[in-house]
């Protein structure tokens, strides 16, 4: 959807110029990026794809006409996986910054969806790259790369840095590594500004529902609330660096602005197990869980009441697993200045559950 071509206009000229082109727009990186930079005072471009029903509740209350800056937000109908029409958006805006947010960025999908995965994860980055070069911008663009923690999978040091080697342990991984390396030899061959953003995991209210996290607050909402009775997940032992994807969007903006491109990780440098976010979630909502049994036959009953409101099942184990993840954000914080920890984890789990317990008694409500 291209909203109208008042971006056309010859009142922006490249003088002071700051237009930024994202993909994955609509997701949760994305609607959280766009708010950052029309706060800025940059014009915004998105592309998203088309569907037959409504896919971009995140950018509701940014396309609603009030929203500060509105009128420097457009949408554009794409994909990353088509390199003509890139072409053809990147000639026409010519941004001065590109993030790359687009992705099939569930790990236990891209088991079942591998090709596919490959073609986004990994030939979509040299697509939008080729775009820019295509198009002449190479001197005038800057591009990031949503990077992201699983290339470390098999972890070869705690905690992780920009120097740790990589073991991808997923189809996800492998193709995220094609991506690293892509923007690391455009970055040297062609001498553009590229950079990887090495994520670690980062939540947020807008996170997908599939995704562990908010899996847990959608679970501990409804059963708050009466409308489920039990929350399945599979390896609780698993440990990850959480962070808010409003925080972490700072600092991929920040990347940008720097003289020279480098990657860095973009983490917390905090570690927390699945179990643990599961059992501040429900007791943030008023239901304590303490955990009986091991492996499989792990479960999790209320304590008040006895009943077993969480247990393990085989369907969500990974066929390899990652056991943990924990960055290293010293660079960052250092040559960047960013603060990782602006929301802590317990602010996360608290910010998470009131929201899915909020959209649960109003589905009209987006965040």
Same mark, same amino acid.
């Given at each position: 959807?291209?909203? @109208?071509?008042? !971006? &056309?206009?010859?009142?922006?000229?490249?003088?002071?110029?700051?237009?930024?082109?994202?993909?994955?727009?609509?997701?949760?990186?994305?609607?959280?990026?766009?708010?950052?930079?029309?706060?800025?005072?940059?014009?915004?471009?998105?592309?998203?794809?088309?569907?037959?029903?409504?896919?971009?509740?995140?950018?509701?209350?940014?396309? +609603? #006409?009030?929203?500060?800056?509105?009128?420097?937000? *457009?949408?554009?109908?794409?994909?990353?996986?088509?390199?003509?029409?890139?072409?053809?958006? /990147?000639?026409?805006?010519? #941004?001065?910054?590109?993030?790359?947010?687009?992705?099939?960025? @569930?790990?236990?999908?891209?088991?079942?969806?591998?090709?596919?995965?490959?073609?986004? =994860?990994?030939?979509?980055?040299?697509?939008? %790259?080729?775009?820019?070069?295509?198009? =002449?911008?190479?001197?005038t663009c800057k591009f990031y790369q949503a990077s992201t923690s699983e290339?470390?999978?098999?972890?070869?040091?705690?905690?992780?840095?920009?120097?740790?080697?990589?073991?991808?342990?997923?189809?996800?991984? /492998?193709? &995220?590594?094609?991506?690293? !390396?892509?923007?690391?030899?455009?970055?040297?061959?062609?001498? %553009?500004?590229?950079?990887?953003?090495?994520?670690?995991? +980062?939540?947020?209210?807008?996170?997908?529902?599939?995704?562990?996290?908010?899996?847990?607050? %959608?679970?501990?909402?409804?059963?708050?609330?009466? +409308?489920?009775?039990?929350?399945?997940?599979?390896?609780?032992?698993?440990?990850?660096?959480?962070?808010?994807?409003? =925080?972490?969007?700072?600092?991929? !903006?920040?990347?940008?602005?720097?003289?020279?491109?480098?990657?860095? /990780?973009?983490?917390?440098?905090? %570690?927390?197990?699945?179990?643990? *976010?599961?059992?501040?979630? *429900?007791?943030?909502?008023?239901?304590?869980?303490?955990?009986?049994?091991?492996?499989?036959?792990?479960?999790?009953?209320?304590?008040?009441?006895?009943?077993? $409101?969480?247990?393990? +099942? #085989?369907?969500?184990?990974? #066929?390899?697993?990652?056991?943990? $993840?924990?960055?290293?954000?010293?660079?960052?914080?250092?040559?960047?200045? !960013?603060?990782?920890?602006?929301?802590?984890?317990?602010? $996360?789990i608290e910010e998470m559950v009131d929201a899915d317990i909020a959209r649960?008694?109003?589905?009209?409500?987006?965040?």
């Open positions: 959807m291209v909203v @109208h071509d008042d !971006w &056309k206009s010859p009142k922006h000229t490249k003088t002071n110029r700051k237009v930024a082109f994202i993909t994955g727009v609509t997701g949760q990186d994305g609607s959280y990026l766009v708010e950052l930079l029309l706060e800025k005072g940059y014009i915004v471009h998105g592309i998203k794809r088309r569907s037959s029903s409504y896919n971009h509740p995140r950018l509701e209350h940014i396309l +609603h #006409p009030d929203y500060p800056n509105r009128d420097k937000f *457009f949408l554009h109908y794409g994909d990353i996986s088509d390199l003509h029409v890139l072409v053809g958006i /990147v000639r026409d805006i010519k #941004p001065t910054e590109v993030y790359n947010l687009a992705a099939q960025s @569930h790990v236990q999908v891209s088991f079942q969806m591998p090709l596919f995965t490959a073609d986004v =994860d990994g030939i979509g980055v040299l697509n939008i %790259m080729e775009a820019i070069r295509l198009t =002449d911008q190479t001197k290339l470390y999978g098999k972890v070869q040091e705690i905690p992780q840095s920009e120097t740790t080697p990589f073991y991808p342990r997923s189809p996800y991984a /492998v193709s &995220k590594l094609m991506g690293f !390396w892509a923007v690391v030899n455009y970055r040297e061959s062609y001498d %553009m500004f590229t950079c990887n953003g090495i994520l670690f995991n +980062h939540e947020s209210p807008r996170r997908g529902e599939t995704f562990v996290t908010r899996k847990i607050t %959608m679970a501990v909402a409804n059963i708050k609330l009466g +409308h489920q009775k039990c929350l399945y997940l599979g390896n609780l032992d698993a440990q990850r660096d959480w962070g808010h994807a409003r =925080d972490y969007v700072e600092c991929m !903006w920040k990347m940008l602005q720097q003289d020279e491109p480098e990657d860095y /990780v973009i983490a917390t440098g905090e %570690m927390t197990t699945v179990r643990e *976010f599961a059992a501040r979630a *429900f007791k943030y909502a008023g239901m304590e869980l303490e955990f009986k049994g091991e492996g499989k036959d792990e479960h999790g009953i209320e304590k008040e009441t006895g009943k077993t $409101l969480l247990r393990i +099942h #085989p369907r969500y184990f990974r #066929p390899a697993e990652v056991e943990q $993840l924990l960055g290293n954000p010293t660079k960052a914080l250092e040559k960047l200045n !960013w603060n990782p920890r602006q929301t802590s984890l317990q602010m $996360l649960i008694e109003n589905p009209n409500i987006h965040y």
